[in-house]
Structure formats: C-alpha cells, structure tokens
C-alpha cells in the first residue's frame, strides 16, 4: 500500500473534505477518492460511508484512520531525520502567524533560537487567520500563532500572551484628553470601526459591547489591524484594539490609546495570543526549543498593561521598528 495513499486518506480525514485532502496533496479530487478506494479494495473494507451527507467514516474507518495517522506522522518524523543527518544544521522550522504579531516581536526570538540551535533557521510566514489551523493540520506550518485560538481535534493550544485591549482615537477626539480610563459603557453611540464579521476577534468585541450596554454604531469594518487604524486616523470614529499595536502611532502622535475601565469584579478584556500545532505530533527538537523560547516571555505580565497607568496621555512612546532577519515585514495587521 502506497504511502502517498496513507497520506491522502488521512488528509482527507482530517479536513472531512475529499476536496480539501486532494488540495493538500496536490492531486484532483478524483484522484484522492481513488485513492480512498484502492485502499479499501485491499483492506477489503468499506472505510467511509458515502451514502451519508456529510459522509462519516465507519467504525472500521475510524481505526484505521487512527493507526495510519500514526504511521504517516512516524514516517514524516523519519524523513526528517534522515535529511537532518546529511546536514544536522539545516533544519528550518515554518512558522505559520498572524499579521499583527509584528516581525519587530518575532526577530528577538529568531535571534535567540539561532544561537540556541546553530545553523538552523525559522522560515515565517503571514497570513489571514482562518488559514494558519489548516496549514497546521497539513503540515505545512509546524507551529502556528493564533489570537482567540480554539483547540480542535487535530490542534492543541498554548497560551502565549495575553493582550490588554485600549480605545484607540485621533488627537483631536473627546476622548484623547482624558485623564481616567474610559468605560466601555461610555461608548455607547459612539462611531466606532471594527472588524469583519465572521473573525472570532469580532465576535468577543461584540460580546463584551453588548454585555456593558454599549450600543456603538459601526460605520466601518475590515478584516487587518492596519486598516482600522487608518480609518480611526482619518477621523472616521473610534476602535478597541490591541494596546501593543498601537505603539507606533502613539509614538508619531497620530493616534491616542486610552486604557478601558473595568468593574471591580471583571477581569481586564484582553486578546489571548496562543501557539496552536498539531494534535498528537512528535515535535522535531528544534520546533519544541523555538516553542520553549516563545513561553519564556509569554508567562509575563500582561502585554501592553495600559489599565495601569493613570492618564491616557502616559501611553507608552515605544516604536514599532523591526530589525530584519531575512523577511519581509507585513504591510498588514490581522487580528
């Protein structure tokens, strides 16, 4: 039995899409549902009931998918082996994250994973957030960075940091003269520019508006950081963001980010930063260090406390400037 098979009923499996799993393995839909039933035809046993919408696998579909994930997962684990021994300093590890998780944050624990693991490299992509658990999934991110991540079935969540949330306005808004935190409550009426529906990012804002009775009336969404902030710079109404991503235009004075008041029984609304990898997945050494490098500073205290300081006017004057390591920084934000 093929391994490329293996690989493509599990793929299929995992995404419960024979679309999806012939995406996954670079073949045509056809060719992964043939797949599916030559191995089958040799088990001599139906392993997915097709006459169900959505289809299901059958018991024996479910322990067979159980063991050959094992196998395709040990087999991978081998490959990888056998290319780090022809050359133990190559390793590169695929870092799959969000826009808003800047290169200037990520460049410091490059820096030290190089020193830590000599030779090796960390190859990061961006991208919108729906697409890093399937890139995870497919193995073609090892780790991933998530905001309001979810675990799955085939994913398992770290937390990372934690994101003290700040109203964000021009200098010339009401607001930017306060000397107080800012209630949620009093921004009821407000302009207010958000995010898309549909991001997860969304869903909490609206849950937290709704759950202090703030009525706000969205004249704007999109789905990137950065473009909330321009539309707020532009004058088109106020926003909550991450207080950290908001340090370089506090810096240039474009924007002001006031802290946001809190009951005395609540806790601070913030935006959990996870690390996600697949579920039951041996973790190459290199992968578990880089992981165990993130955690080192995530256990701190709350990123970007503003909630702490006393005046609006005392946001922290830090800039967002990235030294490079071999990429790119985004143009974009994503939550």
């Known amino acids: 039995m093929h391994l490329e098979a293996l690989n493509i009923f599990c793929d299929v499996v995992r995404h419960q899409s024979f679309s999806r799993g012939a995406l996954a393995n670079s073949v045509s839909q056809s060719a992964a549902s043939q797949a599916v039933r030559q191995i089958e035809r040799r088990l001599g046993a139906q392993l997915i009931d097709r006459s169900r919408r959505p ?95 979810t675990p799955g079935r085939d994913l398992t969540v770290v937390p990372w940091r934690q994101q003290a949330m700040a109203v964000a306005c021009p200098p010339t808004h009401r607001f930017a003269s306060r000397t107080t935190a800012i209630g949620p409550w009093e ?16 869903r909490e804002l609206d849950r937290y508006l709704r759950r202090h009775g703030a009525d706000v009336d969205v004249v704007a969404e999109f789905d990137t950081i950065e473009n909330i902030k321009q539309a707020v710079e532009d004058g088109a109404g106020v926003a909550i963001l991450p207080e950290s991503t908001l340090r370089r235009e506090v810096e240039r004075q474009t924007l002001v980010a006031v802290p946001l008041d809190r009951l005395d029984d609540e806790a601070r609304f913030v935006r959990p930063l996870s690390i996600v990898h697949r579920r039951r997945r041996r973790l190459n050494p290199a992968v578990t260090e880089f992981i165990r490098l993130l955690r080192l500073d995530g256990a701190g205290p709350t990123d970007g406390d503003v909630s702490a300081r006393p005046a609006a006017g005392a946001a922290t004057r830090t800039t967002g400037t990235a030294h490079t390591t071999g990429h790119t ?7």
């Not at 990888?80 to 800047?102: F, H, K, M, N």
């Not at 921004?187 to 969304?202: K, N």
Request: proline fraction near 6%.
């Open 187 to 202: 921004l009821a009426g407000a302009a207010f520019v958000t995010f898309e529906r549909g991001l997860r990012v969304r």
């Open 55 to 149: 289809w299901q696998l059958t018991p024996e579909g479910k322990l067979f998918f159980q063991g050959c994930q094992e196998i395709v997962d040990r087999y991978h684990e081998l490959e990888e082996a056998v290319q780090r021994r022809q050359d133990p300093a190559g390793y590169t590890v695929r870092l799959a994250s969000i826009y808003s998780v800047g290169l200037h944050d990520l460049s410091q624990y490059v820096d030290r994973f190089r020193e830590a693991v000599p030779g090796a490299h960390v190859d990061i992509e961006y991208m919108h957030p729906d697409e890093i658990p399937t890139r995870i999934q497919n193995d073609q991110s090892d780790v991933g960075l998530l905001a309001f991540a």
């Open 329 to 335: 920084a985004p143009a974009t934000a994503t939550p």
